[in-house]
């Protein structure tokens, strides 16, 4: 992988699809509104939803020049919060420098950024290959098309954005966190918690020992939080693993069309039923759950039934996607 030939050709104004430790990122140089003009245009993502951009990290000196190109202030509880889970799936929402990458806030009415300074290795190199070549951040949805489940390995990104002319796809193997990262809003006083993910509510307060709220009507539009997100094409329905028994039994050898996705073990008559198990660890069910609604996702498979995922705070990623996908 020549990282260096692709830190140049986001520095020309194109686009890399690159992998992250939670989902792949559709990239460009978030300096350049040309470049990220490109990524609304290729996802077919409304030009007014504001993306996340990428920073390399390394030493706290560097983090934070990296982080002062783009915000304008950093709160005490962010700092906190970057040095104790960065790198690593957490954005932040902080208040913007004006004028800079208005493009990537999804405007110049937009007077916020959100930053994330990425685990996984080759985002990491990537990004540090960037910044030696003055490219200071990375503007980076997920690598899908609107509104569809975002992508898990570089095949995923292949299907979805295979079509994209100048695309360079890094091929960094399947994604270990699975699921996109948890946005936490500090442009206010208080941390509001925009999208759940891998770090949960409970972590996030424990490392801040003061509660994360819960998004209010005030709380900036996250286009992750639109009611319908994450969706297949098939229809998602979540019920308890009984209720998809007694549906099964009910159409007894004549089901069809119908992919299952749960943890207990249901049994169907068909043998037209796709049966897919869900992990009982939460971490374990999020590294694998768009992998998995893709492979369920074909073309005779019209109703995909999930189990309920438990209520609990480990799971609210999960809870979240999925409740998302069948919106
Ligand atoms: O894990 C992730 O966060 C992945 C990887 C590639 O880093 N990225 C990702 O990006 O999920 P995207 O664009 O699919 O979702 C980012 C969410 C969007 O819902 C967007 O509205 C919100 O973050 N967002 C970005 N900047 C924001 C801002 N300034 N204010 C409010 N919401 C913002
Ligand atoms: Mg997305």
């Known amino acids: 992988m020549d990282l260096q030939a692709a830190a140049a050709h986001l520095k020309a104004g194109h686009l890399v699809a690159l992998p992250t430790e939670t989902v792949y990122g559709l990239a460009a140089d978030a300096d350049q509104p040309a470049a990220v003009a490109r990524i609304f245009q290729a996802k077919g993502r409304p030009a007014d939803h504001p993306l996340i951009v990428h920073i390399a990290g390394g030493t706290p000196e560097a983090l934070r020049a990296q982080v002062d190109h783009y915000a304008e202030s950093v709160p005490a509880f962010a700092r906190t919060l970057m040095a104790r889970f960065w790198p690593g799936p957490l ?50 949805p997920s690598a899908n098309r609107f509104g569809r489940v975002s992508p898990t390995s570089a095949a995923h990104v292949q299907d979805e954005l295979g079509h994209v002319p100048d ?14 990262s ?20 409970q972590a996030l307060e424990e490392a801040l020992g003061m509660p994360v709220a819960l998004p209010d009507a005030a709380a900036p539009r996250v286009s992750g939080s639109l009611e319908s ?19 099964l039994d009910l159409l007894g050898s ?26 009982d660890d939460a ?28 209520q609990d705070g480990l799971w609210a990623g999960v809870a979240d996607r999925l409740a998302r996908a069948a919106a």
């Open 254 to 279: 004549d089901a069809r069309h119908i992919a299952v996705y749960s943890r207990q073990v249901v049994q169907p008559r068909s043998p037209h039923v796709r049966v897919r198990r869900m992990p």
């Open 167 to 180: 695309l360079l796809i890094l091929d960094g193997g399947h994604c270990p966190v699975g699921i996109e």
């Open 229 to 247: 997100h994450y969706a297949p094409r098939a229809q998602v329905r979540l019920m308890p693993a009984a209720q998809i028994q007694t549906a």
């Open 91 to 140: 954005t932040l929402i902080l208040p913007r420098r004006p004028g800079v990458a208005d493009a990537a806030a999804g405007g110049a009415h937009n007077p916020t950024i959100g930053l994330r300074c990425p685990a996984h290795p080759v985002a990491h190199a990537l990004l540090q290959a960037c910044l030696e070549q003055g490219v200071h951040g990375l503007a980076a």
């Open 283 to 310: 971490e374990a069910c999020a590294r694998q759950l768009f992998a998995v609604l893709r492979e369920l996702d074909q073309p005779d498979v019209r109703l995909i039934w999930v189990e309920t995922p438990p």
């Open 182 to 201: 948890t946005i936490v809003d500090a442009s206010r006083r208080q941390p509001v918690l925009l999208r759940p993910g891998m770090i949960s509510q």
